[in-house]
Nanobody, 116 residues
Framework: QVQLVESGGGLVQAGGSLRLSCAAS????????MGWYRQAPGKQRELVAT???????NYADSVKGRFTISRDNAKNTIYLQMNSLKPEDTAVYLC??????????WGRGTQVTVSS
């Protein structure tokens, strides 16, 4: 099993920045595909960004050029650097681990609120 704990959310003005972290417990973190998703009130959960075990990244079109996902395998942690935030980025941001041997795991999320 793996536990994922997100941190770094908060309230920020439009145009500001936040850095989210997701710490993972358990073994074989470096082998996991990790990702950030978000869910706004009344909307479906959507992909924000993913990073593979060898560092290949993928972003939703809505965040390209503004958000950067990274990982530190020595710390079992992934990050999401969010710049030029917009009110439409307001959501609960959830960390995700996709492990080929035991499936998909989710954190509880961290709230990001962007005021206009």
């Amino acid at each position: 099993q793996v536990q994922l704990v997100e941190s770094g959310g908060g309230l920020v003005q439009a145009g500001g920045s936040l850095r989210l972290s997701c710490a993972a417990s358990g073994r074989f973190f470096s082998l996991s595909v990790m990702g950030w998703y978000r869910q706004a009130p009344g909307k479906q959960r959507e992909l924000v960004a993913t990073i593979s075990s060898d560092g290949i990244v993928n972003y939703a079109d809505s965040v390209k050029g503004r958000f950067t996902i990274s990982r530190d395998n020595a710390k079992n942690t992934i990050y999401l650097q969010m710049n030029s935030l917009k009110p439409e980025d307001t959501a609960v941001y959830l960390c995700n681990a996709d492990r080929s041997w035991d499936g998909i795991h989710w954190g509880r999320g961290t709230q990001v609120t962007v005021s206009s």
